[in-house]
């Protein structure tokens, strides 16, 4: 068998689709920028719908990731044995409510000047030493501690996390994030108490639980925002962290005030005093 | 910000000479195809036999193409979404067309009047299977004169 070979110039261009790269990165940056806005944007809807329906160890396991980066962003050194821990547990374990029963609360007594309370998710309690040297009586001490309880039975501190929860959700599933106690870059970007900031409505929220367990523990919620009104109005130049990051208004006092009044609580009872040397660690200033 | 300049840069000087290396290439790439249109080249001659022949040779054309940070960006943008990799399909296309053009002109210089059991294998050169990618192409046949 013979054939005659005729040979012929490739004019056609078949192997090489004729779309301009230009035009056609232009549609597949698109098409990808468009699908990440998108899945952003769900992602934020979705905090919301998935805060509440966390299992309680998955909380945990979110504030165990999480401890090591707040303990470094509070400054200052952990606590552990002070005396004062206890006292403190002690202060707060009459005011865990049944929706908080199922969660360990922890309490960390961070050794800093500057008064401040807050809360990571998973039950863990920061409260420093500044703040129990600017507090004047235990209910001040029981109210923040309310309002920090609040803000834990509410979840605010996962859902202030936003579209981070789920790069956290995601590395716990894949178990990286933490390892041997240290915390990674990716933890450390995700939690951020300079900037944290829950909604007017979650203060609100929080406030008003304070409020409700200080009446449960004293029957009136007489000395219990000493605290915010010596800082709002008196002494301006001095602004403690706790009210920056907990902004508690001349507003948010007479909301308080006027939440105390439509359930017809007193806000005038005895000061329960400070145990002494609250000041100093484990209760012992010393003989100077 | 500042990242995103260095990629739009990288992006720039990447399709700026990349295209015009790819003009200039596929420009040179059908003048020979033409100047060697004479010449046959076939798949067959594994099993069955030869054409008759007074003489035989075996022929390799071999050539390495780069890709550009244009392309390997089009082609990490395709990752996330699947489809086909058109930045890519000029690339490979050169390299065969280039690597048969080789074995062919070598077998031309030597006297061949066609080429019989003609292969192409390609095979990438990359950094750890990450980056930046390179394409070998191999085309090998018989010489018949
Ligand atoms: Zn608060």
Redo the contacts with the bound molecule.
Sequence with gaps: MNMKYTPKEITEEVNVTPTHPLVNLGYLAGTVVVSLVAIYAAMGVAVDLVVPRLSRSTEIKIGDSLLPVAQDQFGGNVLADDTRVDYLESLAQPLIREELSDLPITIHLMDTEIANAAIIAGGHVFVTTGLLEESRSENELVFILG?ELG?LANRDSLKSLGRSLFLLLGSLALGIGTQNGQSSPLLNTTLDFQSLH?SREQ?TQ?DRYGMILTIEQYGHGGYALDFFERHSAHEPSFIPEYVLT?PLSENRIEALELFAAENNWSLTGDLVPLPEGIECPNFDCGNE | MGDLIVVLILLAIGYGFGSYAERQHYKSIREREKATLHVPIMTFGAKQSLPPAKETALFVGSVVVASDYFKTFALALRNLVGGRVLSYESLLDRGRREALLRMKEEAIAWGATELANVRINTSSLSQGGQGMISIEVIAYGTGIR
């Design positions: 309002h803000h829950y203060e929080a907990h």
